[in-house]
């Protein structure tokens, strides 16, 4: 990959900020994203407020449901309404999570995939056969998680290897989370900066930033509920040291501030930005 689907700064676009950003006249925003499972069936006002927002920016959607790791068949009706909705709204990318969600059931959280090679012909086969459907390349996610599951030490890979190996067979996209990797690196005893630059930087497609939750010092629980915090920030300039500017976009799902005072974050990433060279021109569409 030579280029990227969007440039600058990004936002995760929730219903209770549509109003706050269609108000505002110029907000420090260039791209949003949705999730496309919370907006493929919405119609009438909101279906129209949405639509006047894909107008004015370009859009890339991030996947809750798609369970790429998990036991259950692939949900192609779902896959087939994604694909209409990339298409409908000019979406530049699509990306999942690399995590399982469902089995018989929708279990409505993101459950860590084992860490072996078997897994990772599973998942790499899975993600390839989105990809032939769509027509086109998505990019995964590495998850914040709470505990691993059990497997051989033999077989066991640490969590980067596993995550090179996905991206390397699958042959798709990252979508580098460094509030994850934050998370993470505290939950399980690894160094975040190390596991960013360990990462394939070429096939980066965008990166976010988020908030969460302290529930202890050795505990951090990724919420997307508060604001980031400077070891985050810190950890986004070593992306940007390691691999250049990287489109870079703000989640933020419930405890909104005052629409300013979230536009102060969006801020501070075109600031990281601009200290770092400047945001990247966009020159692939997906």
């Not at 919370?38 to 369970?67: C, K, Q, Y």
């Not at 505990?219 to 509920?225: E, R």
């Not at 005052?258 to 102060?264: E, G, K, S, V, W």
Request: net charge negative.
């Amino acid at each position: 990959m030579t280029a990227f689907p969007v440039t600058g700064t990004g936002l995760g676009l929730r219903r209770a900020l549509m109003g706050p950003l269609s108000n505002a006249p110029a907000p420090p925003v260039d791209f949003l994203e949705v999730a496309p499972e919370n907006w493929i069936p919405m119609g009438g006002r909101l279906g129209r407020d949405f639509r006047a927002l894909t107008e004015r920016f370009p859009f890339v959607t991030h996947g809750l449901s798609l369970s790429l790791g998990g036991p259950e068949p692939l949900d192609f009706e779902l896959l087939g309404d994604i694909k209409t909705f990339l298409a409908e709204h000019r979406i530049r990318a699509y990306t999942e999570h690399l995590s399982y969600c469902g089995d018989h059931a929708h279990l409505y959280d993101l459950m860590p995939i084992p860490f072996t090679e078997e897994a990772v012909h599973y998942v790499a086969d899975r993600i390839r056969r989105v990809q032939d459907f769509l027509g086109q390349r998505i990019a995964i996610e590495h998850v914040s998680y709470y505990a691993t599951p059990p497997v051989r030490e033999s077989a066991a890979l640490s969590e980067l290897a596993f995550v090179r190996a996905v991206l390397e067979e699958a042959d798709c996209g990252l979508l580098l989370d460094v509030n994850n990797a934050y998370v993470n690196g505290i939950n399980h005893g690894y160094d975040a900066a190390d596991f960013i630059r360990g990462l394939p930087g070429e096939r980066i497609f965008y990166v976010h930033v988020a908030g969460h939750f302290d529930e202890a010092e050795d505990l951090k629980v990724d919420t997307h509920g508060a604001p980031v915090v400077d070891p985050v920030w810190r950890l986004l300039e070593v992306a940007y040291e390691r691999f250049g500017v990287l489109p870079t976009l703000l989640e933020r799902d419930f405890n909104f501030p005052p629409f300013d005072t979230l536009c102060d974050e969006l801020r501070r990433i075109g600031d990281t930005q601009q200290r770092h060279g400047g945001p990247v021109a966009a020159m692939r569409s997906a």
